[in-house]
């Protein structure tokens, strides 16, 4: 009588659900983890990850379930809740995470099958483990009686969040590029050992050096001097041109009376 009472609370809890437009299951699911009402006979299920199917779940990040309903009862059933929990791998009654469970009112009637949606996040900071997962559908028969149906209960893996770059990969894959780079340089200096090749000059020593010589008038040093104007007006007297390496200057004496 109490797990009736239990299963009834639910309902009670659902409708007003209905009424608010909101409302988080996770006490509700909490309170029936371990005392759940068997399956309805004809009731069959299956499961899928679209994105997980290796059953690698990163912690922190949307996991999504599609679930598969065949029903081969008698019966009709109205699919209410599916729900689930993230436990101890290795002790089951040991929860660590009880997701929230999410509204379906979903009819299958008798021999009809359905497709369902259910979204489940593990806690970001779970580390990188084992642990157990079980997922659960809740409905209700003709009849009135609740059943559950618990379609997946397998140990999963929970791994660390996808990033947008792999530094281990990265590492690796410079890592192996500073090896080639080794490599090659080793099989230069060999090549250029047994004389198989020319080694390249570089610097000071592969170019070749032009030095113009520059060409100096002999009294282009003397411009601006008073040796130079004085040889410019001794020029413009005697109308004799310049020589630029010969200078005459007349050095006789004149006669004096």
Request: overall charge neutral.
């Amino acid at each position: 009588m109490a797990r009736w009472h239990s299963l009834g609370l639910i309902v009670a809890l659902l409708s007003i659900s209905a009424a608010h437009g909101q409302y988080s299951y996770h006490q509700a699911w909490s309170s029936i983890l371990t005392d759940m009402p068997a399956s309805l006979p004809g009731v069959e299920t299956q499961y899928w990850f679209p994105e997980h199917s290796d059953l690698l779940f990163p912690a922190g990040e949307l996991v999504e379930t599609v679930v598969g309903v065949h029903n081969a009862a008698s019966s009709a059933i109205n699919i209410t809740v599916l729900a689930g929990s993230l436990n101890n791998a290795k002790a089951f009654s040991q929860h660590f995470q009880n997701f929230t469970a999410q509204e379906q009112n979903r009819i299958v009637g008798p021999g009809e099958e359905a497709s369902l949606n259910f979204w489940f996040q593990p806690d970001q900071s779970f580390p990188a483990r084992e642990f157990q997962v079980a997922l659960s559908m809740f409905y209700t028969a003709d009849t009135g009686m609740q059943h559950t149906t618990t379609f997946f209960n397998r140990t999963i893996d929970i791994v660390e969040p996808h990033t947008w770059v792999d530094f281990q990969a990265l590492f690796l894959f410079v890592l192996i590029l500073a090896a080639l780079g080794g490599l090659g340089y080793l099989a230069y200096l060999g090549l250029v050992q047994y004389g198989l090749i020319k080694p390249r000059k570089t610097g000071r020593q592969g170019r070749k050096v032009e030095t113009k010589k520059k060409v100096v008038d002999s009294d282009e040093w003397l411009k601006g001097t008073h040796y130079n104007q004085g040889l410019r007006k001794a020029s413009l007297k005697t109308k004799v041109p310049l020589k630029s390496d010969v200078v005459v200057v007349d050095t006789v004496p004149k006669k004096t009376k």
